[in-house]
């Protein structure tokens, strides 16, 4: 009997939907949020909003996409936490009622460990032990993952996300939201070594941006003391030489990682692994270290449903099913 999974995300603000057989994605579809933009970042209520305008339709379109009926359903799967409470309970309640309806078990996964499940939706995938870099806009992780539903987290942030610092650092230039696209944009057209900003000296393997954030302010406010233009003159270098940072800090703890475990499996995740200098770069430092690299497809680093159908997956084969009274968590 094939293992016909439903799997549904709404932890922020894209709603997904999936659908997954026997291992295998046959449909990943996802509504995005534009009602955001002109507030500089996500408003939770706006976003449950929209998650309960989103999910029928997007539900429909994947159901439809993979050639699956309800009956031919196997159960359920959605995101319980991390995230916005309001926007989780939408993706909960509706998957809850569908699995009632359908008298369907339901599955409920979470959302940076899925995060993680990205490296394995399509070949080549890692082999355990994988340490995995794992970095969004709410999180950034070194993750040891010991099979497909053990994972260690090994690092992490003790206050701002790397998403975060790019999101902040692009909002402190005046660019709109989401910044960290933008920051990827310009700063492959500048000079990553024209400004320096300092890394951090935090032991051990966990990480911290905030000091980064400020060192970032004063050196614009500094700088815009004696040029008004300053950031439009120099707005291309400042952008890599910001990303440049980031990724270095990233780098240096996931090369540290590697080394204390001895794991040569590296792979990335999360909507930050999708910028284009921490992919470059940690390629580069996967041939100089001898690591075997693995980086999702772009469409499974940000938040999507395919992650939470792969991890879905391999939790229905171990018969790691919930009840209807689960609750969603805004944290892990």
Same mark, same amino acid.
């Given at each position: 009997?094939?293992?016909?999974?439903?799997?549904?995300?709404?932890?922020?603000?894209?709603?997904?939907?999936?659908?997954?057989?026997?291992?295998?994605? @046959?449909?990943?579809? *996802?509504?995005?949020?534009?009602?955001?933009?002109?507030?500089?970042?996500?408003?939770?209520?706006?976003?449950? #909003?929209?998650?309960?305008?989103?999910? !029928?339709?997007?539900?429909?379109?994947?159901?439809?996409?993979?050639?699956?009926?309800?009956?031919?359903?196997?159960?359920?799967?959605?995101?319980?936490?991390?995230?916005?409470?309001?926007?989780?309970?939408?993706?909960?309640?509706?998957?809850?009622?569908?699995?009632?309806?359908?008298?369907?078990?339901?599955?409920?996964?979470?959302?940076?460990? $899925? =995060?993680?499940?990205?490296?394995?939706?399509?070949?080549?995938?890692? $082999?355990?032990?994988?340490?995995?870099?794992?970095?969004?806009?709410?999180?950034?992780?070194?993750?040891?993952?010991?099979?497909?539903?053990?994972?260690?987290?090994?690092?992490?942030?003790?206050?701002?996300?790397?998403?975060?610092?790019?999101?902040?650092?692009?909002?402190?230039?005046?660019?709109?939201?989401?910044?960290?696209?933008? *920051?990827?944009? @310009?700063?492959?057209?500048?000079?990553? =070594?024209?400004?320096?900003?300092?890394? %951090?000296?935090?032991?051990?393997?966990?990480?911290?941006?905030?000091?980064?954030? &400020?060192?970032?302010?004063?050196?614009?406010?500094?700088?815009?003391?004696?040029?008004?233009?300053?950031?439009? =003159?120099?707005?291309?270098?400042?952008?890599?030489?910001?990303?440049?940072?980031?990724?270095?800090?990233?780098?240096?703890?996931?090369?540290?990682? +590697?080394?204390? &475990?001895?794991? #040569?499996? *590296?792979?990335?995740?999360?909507?930050?692994?999708?910028?284009?200098?921490?992919?470059? +770069?940690?390629?580069?430092?996967?041939?100089?270290?001898?690591?075997?690299?693995?980086? %999702?497809?772009?469409?499974?680093? &940000?938040?999507?449903?395919?992650?939470?159908?792969?991890?879905? =997956?391999?939790?229905?084969?171990?018969?790691?099913?919930?009840?209807?009274? !689960?609750? %969603?968590? %805004? #944290?892990?």
């Amino acid at each position: 009997m094939s293992i016909n999974i439903l799997a549904i995300e709404s932890s922020c603000d894209e709603t997904s939907a999936a659908v997954i057989k026997d291992g295998r994605i @046959y449909s990943n579809f *996802i509504a995005n949020q534009t009602v955001h933009e002109q507030y500089g970042g996500v408003v939770p209520e706006l976003a449950s #909003r929209a998650h309960q305008e989103n999910i !029928v339709p997007v539900v429909d379109q994947a159901l439809k996409t993979a050639g699956i009926a309800t009956s031919d359903l196997t159960a359920i799967a959605f995101t319980q936490s991390p995230g916005l409470i309001g926007s989780l309970l939408v993706g909960s309640c509706f998957a809850k009622a569908m699995a009632l309806a359908l008298n369907l078990p339901l599955i409920a996964v979470q959302h940076m460990d $899925a =995060h993680v499940m990205a490296n394995f939706i399509e070949a080549p995938t890692p $082999a355990f032990p994988f340490l995995c870099l794992t970095v969004s806009g709410g999180h950034t992780q070194i993750v040891l993952c010991k099979d497909y539903l053990h994972m260690e987290i090994i690092g992490k942030t003790l206050d701002d996300a790397a998403g975060e610092a790019f999101d902040k650092s692009a909002k402190l230039l005046g660019l709109p939201y989401p910044g960290g696209p933008l *920051i990827d944009k @310009y700063a492959q057209l500048g000079n990553a =070594h024209r400004f320096k900003f300092t890394e %951090p000296q935090i032991p051990g393997l966990d990480f911290s941006f905030s000091g980064l954030k &400020t060192g970032i302010l004063y050196f614009l406010q500094e700088n815009l003391q004696k040029d008004p233009l300053f950031i439009e =003159h120099h707005l291309h270098d400042i952008c890599a030489s910001i990303q440049e940072r980031i990724v270095s800090i990233l780098l240096n703890k996931l090369r540290k990682a +590697a080394q204390e &475990t001895g794991v #040569r499996q *590296i792979g990335i995740a999360g909507g930050v692994s999708a910028n284009s200098g921490l992919r470059k +770069a940690i390629l580069a430092m996967g041939a100089a270290q001898g690591w075997q690299v693995f980086i %999702p497809k772009f469409e499974y680093c &940000t938040d999507n449903a395919a992650m939470i159908a792969i991890t879905a =997956h391999y939790k229905y084969l171990a018969g790691e099913f919930v009840g209807l009274d !689960v609750v %969603p968590s %805004p #944290r892990t």
